[in-house]
Nanobody, 124 residues
Framework: QVQLVESGGGSVQSGGSLRLSCVSSGYSSCVAWFRQVPGKEREVVAILDTNGGTSYADSVSGRFTISLDNAKNTLYLQMNSLLPEDTAMYYC?????????????????????WGQGTQVTVSS
């Protein structure tokens, strides 16, 4: 069982920055950040394959950076140039690679472990 604990959310103005952190109690091949707003499905934000490689949702590409500090067992999401539409509950997730998809999945159902979430609010 892997436990994930997020932190770093908060309220910022449009154009500002935040860094989310997610401390993990164990190892997983794939780690990711998702976000969800009330009434909408949870969507993938960024994925990191521990074998190498990252991917981003088009809406955050160039503004957000996902990274992993193995020594600290901590996953990060650096969020720059934040927009009001980035307002959401952000979750970190961990799970195995998907053989069907040939790597780390963009689908939340492929992720086994989830954090409790941290709220990000961006005001205009």
């Amino acid at each position: 069982q892997v436990q994930l604990v997020e932190s770093g959310g908060g309220s910022v103005q449009s154009g500002g920055s935040l860094r989310l952190s997610c401390v993990s109690s164990g190892y997983s091949s794939c780690v990711a950040w998702f976000r969800q707003v009330p009434g909408k499905e949870r969507e993938v934000v960024a994925i990191l394959d521990t074998n190498g490689g990252t991917s981003y949702a088009d809406s955050v590409s160039g503004r957000f950076t996902i990274s992993l500090d193995n020594a600290k067992n901590t996953l990060y999401l650096q969020m720059n140039s934040l927009l009001p539409e980035d307002t959401a509950m952000y979750y970190c997730a961990a799970g195995p690679r998907s053989y069907q998809e040939g790597g780390c999945s963009q689908m939340q159902l492929r992720y086994t472990f989830w954090g409790q979430g941290t709220q990000v609010t961006v005001s205009s």
